[in-house]
């Protein structure tokens, strides 16, 4: 009879109607930590939405929006310019700003290296914008890839390394660990034999608000195989890259 009782109750607590009242935020949470995945603001948690879920999300969000307006004592319902606000805030989170955290990353077409290329080959630059994980502030910048292939590298068409970049960058991001991201997913990618990134991007975390530096830049770099061992190639591709201003 226990049984049958328990039985009843986990019955009752996996009913469609229960399972309706669940935030989808929370169930996607759930699978994520079920997973035992990290779920960081500059994470791809992609597999773990179910179809249909992105626009409950976004109706989620849309209602905790209207919620922060409201604490900031905005009149949403007579103030013409922000009655849509938290909708349109909304959106701009979920299917752009932060598009790289909720959508799978771009299909990639990966051919191999017929010709034996083996020379540095720079692309770039490359406008990228995201966000910071700080402040939620927007960080603009630019990325030069550098890339020397051996004979068994993968090769990529010049237009995905910017689909790449756009995809990483499209999440809350702290500018190192981006770069080092995008080094990581373009080596998964193409497995050349040096790999050099360099951006330079301004954060309006710093612009806007602080110390309201409108000049500052953040530059940095990451070095990987040949580049990382041979001076005059690094030296090379440095050179390469136009003046940044």
Partial sequence: MLMKAQDA?????????????????????????????????????????EPGEL?????????????????????????????????RV????????????YVKGPEITEFPNAEHLNELMIVGPITVRSACSHHFCPVIGRIWIGVLPNEHTNVIGLSKYARLAEWIMGRPQIQEE????LADLIQHKTQPDGLAIVM???????????????DSKMINSVMRGVFLKDANLRREFLSLIPARS
């Fill in 178 to 181: 981006a770069v080092v991201q």
């Fill in 200 to 214: 330079e991007a301004s954060h309006y975390c710093m612009a806007w608000r602080g110390v309201k530096d409108m």
């Fill in 9 to 49: 109750m986990n019955t009752s607590n996996t009913s469609p109607e229960l399972d309706e009242g669940v935030p989808v935020s929370v169930k996607i949470r759930e699978r994520v930590m079920a997973a035992r995945k990290r779920f960081n603001a500059n994470d791809n948690i992609a597999e773990f939405i």
């Fill in 90 to 101: 909304a959106k701009m989170y979920v299917n752009e700003v932060f598009k790289g955290r």
């Fill in 55 to 87: 626009e409950k999300l976004l109706d989620e969000v849309t209602k905790k929006m209207e919620g922060v307006l409201d604490s900031l004592v905005i009149d949403t319902d007579n103030d013409h310019n922000t009655g849509d606000t938290a909708r």
